[in-house]
């Protein structure tokens, strides 16, 4: 594993509910995306999702994309405020960090990297949610790579998709 995206969202695309992808998540999904998190070596976000999900305490450095000088998170001491693009800041925190980074950004983010060809494996949670805000075509996303598995728990699908 190197670079990681990973992202949920409801069976209709929904990316969130009430501002926070929590309201999309299942219980299958959460433990699925705090095993993921064990296996990096940093975080990596934007300044929205820093803003809005809960990022006070994580166990590995976290980088916040940003243009604001304002780090939404300052109580978390493992943070990392930079005004740089996502691909920049990839590059960045594999020199300063190590090589297996994870995206838990929101999609413009995601999207962008994935246009780029800088993301390795995109590990997306589909819950059976519906009605939530800001709706992507996820299998749109999928279609990106040319493999993908799919596995399904408690009625949640996990698609892991790669070159």
Known sequence: ???????????DGSTS???SSNGVSS????????????????????GNTARHEPYKQTPVPLVI???SNINPVAGNDLSHLW???PAEALVKAKSLFGKRILI???TSIIFELVSL????QMDLSVTPVTGGDHPIDWQELLNKFAHHTLVS???????????
């Open 117 to 120: 060809g800088l993301i390795d």
């Open 153 to 163: 728990v408690d009625g949640t699908d996990f698609y892991s998709a790669h070159n």
């Open 27 to 46: 219980d299958a999904d959460r433990t699925a995306f705090l095993a993921r998190r064990r296996k990096v070596d940093c975080i990596l976000i934007g």
């Open 17 to 19: 509910k009430g501002n």
């Open 65 to 67: 994309v940003s243009k």
């Open 1 to 11: 594993m190197s670079t990681v995206a990973s992202l949920v969202v409801g069976r």
């Open 83 to 85: 005004n740089m693009s």
């Open 104 to 106: 838990e950004a929101g």
